[in-house]
């Protein structure tokens, strides 16, 4: 038996530990979401649509829809992070959905109904960016143990 990290109880690997990290991220992004000030203006956060007028950070618009996906999204995560092949499909597959959000961002009108995320050109330019990088991180922490298994059945 190797001495990996996988195969020592109470030890995470690279890959749980960075799908813990972005899942744990989403979660602060979800509850800042609600947090009037750092979410401003407050009053105008919507339930969903793009008519929600609160912005993030003042930059990435929002809604009480858009917080609660963050929150789910944090969670989901989490709790997959607690196995290696659950945090491996946890960012790539949660890339690849950041990346099919991406595009459906740009195809929209911001200002129909089709927009009910809501989202704006700051979470399009982000989702691309999360998308990228979490199918990064999911095909390089776990490089070495494809590779690693394909050299032990040859």
């Known amino acids: 038996m190797t001495n990996t990290p996988a195969s020592r109880p109470g ?6 530990k960075a799908a813990m990290a972005v ?7 979800g509850v800042l979401g609600f947090i009037p000030g750092i979410t401003a203006p407050y009053d105008e956060l919507g339930l969903a649509g793009h ?7 003042g930059l990435f618009q929002v809604s009480i829809l858009h917080n609660l996906v963050h929150l789910l999204f944090g969670v989901a995560g989490i709790a997959l992070a607690r196995t290696n092949s659950g945090a491996r499909s946890y960012l790539l597959y ?3 959905i950041y990346l ?24 399009n330019w982000l989702h691309l960016f999360l998308g990228i ?12 143990k494809d590779r690693n298994r394909s050299h032990t059945a040859h």
């Open 94 to 96: 949660g890339g690849i």
């Open 133 to 144: 990088g979490m199918i990064a991180l999911a095909l390089l922490l776990t490089r070495n």
């Open 11 to 16: 030890v995470k690997t690279n890959v749980q």
């Open 23 to 29: 899942g744990a991220v989403f979660l602060l992004v």
């Open 51 to 57: 008519e929600s007028g609160a912005l993030l950070l």
């Open 100 to 123: 099919v959000l991406w595009v459906y961002g740009l195809l929209i009108d911001m200002d129909s109904a089709a927009n009910f995320v809501p989202l704006n050109d700051a979470d």
